[in-house]
């Protein structure tokens, strides 16, 4: 017990010392430019005088829909074309959308821009007197980074609750059959599908857990920007169907577009407490399911069972000599 105390004690003094150097080197940095960004957070508050509303419009609709349209731009064309072929070999659920269906594609294209432009853009219109209420989003002092790294732990923390719960809610039977199934019609996702959902699902599982956060801190727009555009592009990430090096593992939520069944939340804290992740913690997935540092393919260096690969590429793909 005692040597168990202190190897965890020695670990948490470090981690404590580590993240205490991490945060004071980057305030730092953003101090030293500090000024800078508060002078041009001044000058676009001086072009904006009296259209305040419309500076939020940009920040927290424009600015994240390019960042999310950048992302999948890039993936899209390695979907379409299957170059450059070096991706292919990070592909998750082998042969599958290769290439991606074309007809199905655009169908979901034109989905994902009516939620942008019909429900997401409308919903901020709602939220922005509720800002303004809270506090102004375009007020003239820019927040610090300790404060704006509490918010960002806070929206992250909202954001599982409220996933995690509004997205199992959905796979009941009823909600399932008429919401949620059109978001599943991807058993292997593509980046841009992370917005492709009936309406509904958009407002209660997308839009409210990325929304409520900012709402109840009160968040200024610089914050708001960042996370929504964080938030657009880590579900991208988590949909693109490529575990890709030094980005974060989409294994978790791929895995539950292939089997439906497991893995409801964000960050998995949620699926660990009620035991969703049960049979996931179980396949190669989840042995895949870490940060890939170097640049083999994880379903090189751990793949998976012959049985499971037999069955999906077929005895005479296996073994050609036969």
Wanted: charged letters at 15%.
């Amino acid at each position: 017990m005692r040597r168990t105390a202190l190897i965890l004690g020695s670990g948490l003094l470090l981690s404590v010392a580590f993240w205490n150097s991490v945060t004071w080197h980057l305030q730092r940095f953003w101090g030293a430019s500090g000024y800078f960004w508060q002078t041009q957070w001044e000058k676009l508050l001086s072009t904006f005088e009296g259209n305040e509303w419309l500076l939020f419009f940009i920040g927290a609709a424009l600015v994240p829909a390019l960042c999310f349209w950048g992302f999948n731009g890039l993936l899209l064309v390695v979907d379409t074309t299957g170059k450059p072929t070096f991706i292919s070999r990070y592909r998750i659920q082998l042969g599958k959308n290769e290439p991606v269906d074309p007809v199905k594609l655009r169908q979901s294209i034109c989905t994902v821009l009516f939620n942008q432009t019909m429900i997401s853009l409308p919903m901020l219109v709602i939220f922005y007197p509720f800002f303004k209420w809270r506090r102004d989003p375009c007020c003239q002092e820019l927040p610090t980074f300790h404060w704006f790294l509490v918010e960002l732990a806070f929206f992250t923390l909202v954001e599982e609750i409220l996933f995690y719960y509004s997205h199992r809610l959905l796979h009941h039977p009823t909600l399932y059959k008429k919401i949620h199934k059109k978001h599943h019609e991807w058993t292997a996702p593509i980046g841009v599908i992370s917005i492709y959902a009936h309406p509904i699902e958009h407002v209660v599982s997308n839009m409210l857990p990325v929304m409520v956060g900012p709402l109840a801190m009160g968040s200024h727009l610089s914050s708001i920007t960042v996370w929504l555009s964080l938030a657009l592009i880590i579900t991208t990430i988590s949909h693109c169907g490529y575990h890709l090096p030094f980005l974060p593992s989409p294994e978790f939520h791929d895995y539950h577009h292939l089997k439906f069944n497991q893995c409801y939340g964000v960050l998995g804290v949620l699926d660990h407490l009620h035991g969703t992740d049960i049979i996931f913690k179980q396949t190669k997935a989840y042995e895949r399911h870490v940060l890939l540092l170097g640049f083999t393919p994880l379903s090189e260096s751990i793949p998976d069972p012959p049985k499971k690969m037999e069955s999906l590429l077929g005895p005479s793909q296996l073994f050609p000599h036969k």
